[in-house]
């Protein structure tokens, strides 16, 4: 590979997305973006970036009608690295309760739930969360070599949601975060797969830096290969 | 959950501009200029505005908001003149991140539906301009307060948000411009009556204002004229050089007497010191 050519980054336009600002924060963090919704353009990426704004069962649909589950599937098994963004940091779970129970990607053992309609007062919450939230870093969890390896504990992220994720096993946590009195897990890590709740293309500068440590993850993955 | 702290920008043709209850807009620069310095400065979100397209039934804001989006990585809503399900994709495809809809909801409320269906509620927020009437009962309009509806505000928002609004952007046209504070009874009505989150807009004079409207219930807070007024008066001490806009009016206009200019910065420093989350603008 020439090293002065910028990795390709496969980002998934299943027709429901904002790929378009995923990919102006790629090309920030001197990445080659490139929407696609071909098969062939997620095999030919060096890294997949699945995007997401809307409804579950709608995604998993199109997904579906373009063909594009298995070869999603595909490119996680084969290691390449690959990030799911809000909604498709949501599709990487076995199944979610929006507008019934939908069958996810299952790449990640757990499901999605919505946020209750009342706290623990008793309280109608304000749902969905549109606005800056906190992540925080796990007692056990270590952020190096993470997309978060630059990001200061308790930093705020831009978050949009009705729905989160819960793992099955807790290990898989990368940060957490809390809303209305629910704490839940907004980003997950394991090998070559990161999801995160909030929009970091929509975060300022700190949103930016996440998207420079997955660039380098992405030129340490092909060093690796190469 | 913080508080969010939105500039909004108006935008006719080219150029920003700011007028009084929506009307009498003059020129203050190059939107570009402002959303930067916005950006910079800590703003969670912007708001633009093409303050009359829906007078002339057109949409100009295209390239404002492709250049916006380039070089602002926060949440861009975009509105004015939006009458169709394609009207809002091609906005969101040029970078917007929401799309506020007004007239075109009031004419056809089931839009807000095709839209929520089609790009998701949170893409949609329904933006409510408020008329108190002499008899304390607030009326929506459209056309920046020109035209009524004849629909009470309250039972609108909820109708709206029924529909599947993500948002509402409340807009007081008695207060907008003039520097006199949040319509907080407004604010009130509407942000207990819903739970989707409600933007409250028109009337800060000052950062005690802006939090008043949090106090009232507001989830977020919009304005203009405080940030546009010190943006203007750093710009000229730092660039030392006119504007190319016509921002006299802002320095020594009596209207404007009751704005104190402030930066997003004593925003938040003020929210904070009233016990209110929001980021800090230093993490931008």
Redesign the interface.
């Known amino acids: 590979m020439n090293p002065s050519a910028k990795p390709k980054v496969a980002i998934v336009d299943y027709e429901l997305a904002n790929m378009f600002s995923v990919a102006r924060a790629c090309a920030h963090a001197g990445l080659d973006p490139v929407v696609t919704s071909e098969p062939r353009g997620l095999e030919d990426a060096t890294a997949v970036i699945l995007p997401g704004v809307g409804a579950f069962g709608e995604a998993m649909a199109n997904l579906h009608r373009l063909g594009l589950v298995s070869p999603i599937q595909n490119v996680i098994a084969s290691g390449k690295p690959f990030l799911g963004i809000c909604l498709g940091m949501q599709l990487l779970f076995s199944e979610s309760e929006e507008f019934g129970t939908t069958e996810g990607l299952g790449i990640i053992p757990g499901r999605v739930i919505r946020f209750p309609r009342t706290n623990d007062q008793g309280a109608a919450t304000r749902v969905p969360q549109i606005g800056w939230n906190r992540l925080s870093r796990p007692r056990s969890a270590s952020w190096e070599g993470t997309l978060l390896a630059t990001t200061p504990n308790e930093e705020y992220m831009y978050f949009l949601h009705s729905y989160y994720a819960i793992p099955d096993d807790s290990s898989v946590t990368l940060c957490t975060t809390e809303y209305e009195g629910t704490g839940y897990c907004s980003g997950v890590a394991r090998r070559n797969v990161a999801g995160l709740q909030f929009h970091p293309e929509k975060s300022a500068r700190r949103g930016l830096a996440i998207y420079e440590a997955f660039a380098r993850q992405i030129t340490e993955a092909e060093d690796t290969r190469s | 959950?913080?508080?969010?702290v939105i500039p909004r920008l108006d935008i006719k043709g080219p150029n920003l501009v700011k007028g009084i209850h929506l009307e009498g807009l003059r020129v203050l620069g190059k939107p570009e200029d402002f959303a930067r310095h916005y950006?910079e400065a800590g703003a969670?979100e912007m708001i633009y505005q093409d303050v009359v397209a829906s007078l002339y039934g057109r949409n100009s804001l295209h390239q404002i908001v492709a250049r916006a989006?380039?070089s602002t990585?926060?949440?861009l809503t975009v509105g004015g003149g939006l009458r169709s399900v394609d009207d809002i994709r091609n906005v969101?495809?040029a970078?917007a991140?929401k799309v506020s809809l007004n007239t075109a909801a009031v004419n056809d409320p089931d839009l807000i539906s095709r839209a929520a269906r089609t790009?998701?509620?949170?893409?949609i927020v329904i933006s409510i301009e408020a008329i108190r009437q002499t008899d304390g009962r607030y009326l929506a309009f459209t056309d920046n307060g020109r035209e009524q509806t004849g629909t009470e505000v309250v039972s609108w928002a909820k109708r709206v948000e029924e529909l599947g609004a993500?948002?509402i952007c409340l807009t007081s046209v008695d207060r907008e411009g003039t520097g006199r504070g949040y319509d907080t009874d407004l604010i009130a009505q509407v942000a207990h009556a819903v739970?989707?989150?409600v933007i409250a807009h028109g009337g800060a004079g000052s950062a005690e204002h802006v939090a008043e409207a949090v106090l009232a219930g507001a989830?977020?807070v919009a304005f203009a004229s405080i940030v546009h007024y010190e943006f203007v008066r750093a710009h000229h001490r730092s660039e030392g050089h006119e504007e190319e806009g016509n921002t006299t009016f802002l320095r020594g206009d009596r209207q404007f007497s009751r704005v104190t200019p402030v930066s997003l910065q004593q925003i938040k420093d003020h929210l904070a010191s009233r016990g209110i989350e929001?980021?800090?603008a230093s993490?931008?």
């Open positions: 959950m913080s508080i969010r950006y969670d989006a380039e990585f926060i949440p969101l495809r970078g991140d790009f998701g509620s949170s893409a993500g948002e739970s989707i989150p989830s977020a929001c980021r800090p993490a931008a």
